[in-house]
C-alpha cells in the first residue's frame, strides 16, 4: 500500500502540473506550440480512504462548470481527507470506500501578439 | 515518471506539429495544383484545426513522495515545545539544601533567578537536540518510551542539575523523588513528541508528492474501470500570420499577429 495522502493536494498537485504548462507555453522553445489555448481541462480521479472507512458523497466535484485555477485552489483547501490514489491501493479498496474527485478549471488564454512582451512574437 | 505535465505538454505539441505538417502539405498540393491544367482550377484542400476536444484515459501508477526533511520537523517541534516541558520541570517539588523542610516548586525557589535558569536550560536541551539530532529522531519515533525514561531524563536532569549549580541557588536536586518527577514528566513529554511528529512527518508526506501516471496501452488495459482517470482537453488553435508595420523611424517591423 502507497502512503496515503491529502485529497485536497491531489487536485492542488493537478493545478501545479497545469501551471507548469502554462510556464512552458510562455517560454522560448519551452516545447508547447505556439498558439495553442488550453482553454478548459476536466480531471476525474478516483481514490480510496486511507482508513477504509465509507466515502460520501462518492463524487467530489470542483467546478461544476470550469473555474480559475486560483479559485480551483481555494476550494479543494477543505478537503483534508487522507485518501489512496494509485490505481492498485484503490482497487485493492472496499467499494464504499471508493470516490472520485472531479475538477474542472478554466486556463488563461496566452499573452496576445500585441502585447509588449509576447514571448512567441519574433520580429524581424 | 510521467507527469501530467508532461502528458499535457506532448499533446500541446502534437497539434502544434499536425498544424504545421497540414500547411506543408498544403503547399505542396497548391503547386501541384497549380502544375497540373486538370486541378488547376479546383480549390487547394486544406486541412484547418480550429477546436479540438481530448480525451485521455490514464492509471495512477504511484504517488512518489517528495524528499521531506524529516530531521528538521522533528528538531523544530522539539525546539517549539521546551518551553512547555520547562514549565512541568519548574513545577516540581524539591527541598532547599539550606532547609530540608522547606519543600516547594522549583520555580519558587528559584525566584527571580528563574529566567536565567530557564535560559540555561534551554541552551542546554537545545545544544543536545541539534548535535544528536539523527539518534534523537531515530529513538523518539521508534522507542519514545526508552527515549523519555531514560535519554531525555538524563540529559534534563544533568541540564538542570548544571544550571542550579551555576545559579548557586538553594535548592536540594539529590532526593530519589526528584529523579522520579523528571523521569515522570521526561516520558509523557517524549509520548507527546512521538505523536506529534509522526503526524508532522504523515502530513507532510501526504502533501508532497508526485503522481507517476501510467498512459500506455499496455500498462492500462488490463486495469478495472473503477482505477481509471480521465482527463479532458478543450483546446483552440490560434493561427497568426506575419504583417508588416512601419515605426515612427520609417523602419519596417515584421510582427506575428493574429488572424
Known sequence: ?124 | MVRVADIIGALLRGLTTARIQSDIFSSQASQQYLEDPNLRSYPVPRAEIRQADINMRMAVQETVQRNVDELTLVEQLLLEELAEYLQTILAISVPAVSDPTLVQSLSLHLGAQQDAFVEQVTDALSSYVTNNLDAVKLELLDNPKSFGSKTWRDETADAVEAAVVALAADVDLGGVQFGKDVQDASSAFANKLQVEAQLEIDLALAAFFDLDLAVKKDQIITLPEHVMSEIKLQVTMDNYEWSSVKNAQGEVTNRLTQK
Open chain 1, 1 to 124: 500500500m502507497s502512503h496515503f495522502v491529502i485529497l485536497g493536494r491531489v487536485g492542488a498537485h493537478l493545478i501545479d502540473e497545469l501551471d507548469k504548462v502554462l510556464a512552458r507555453a510562455k517560454s522560448p522553445g519551452g516545447g508547447v506550440g505556439v498558439g495553442v489555448w488550453l482553454r478548459t481541462v476536466e480531471v476525474a480521479i478516483p481514490f480510496a480512504s486511507s482508513d477504509g472507512s465509507d466515502v460520501s458523497p462518492t463524487t467530489i466535484v470542483v467546478g461544476e462548470t470550469p473555474l480559475p485555477l486560483a479559485v480551483a485552489r481555494e476550494l479543494l483547501l477543505p478537503l483534508q481527507q487522507a485518501v489512496l490514489v494509485s490505481a492498485a491501493d484503490v482497487d485493492a479498496a472496499s467499494p464504499s470506500s471508493r470516490g472520485v474527485l472531479v475538477m474542472r478549471v478554466t486556463l488563461p488564454r496566452p499573452d496576445s501578439p500585441d502585447s509588449p512582451n509576447e514571448p512567441f512574437n519574433p520580429t524581424t
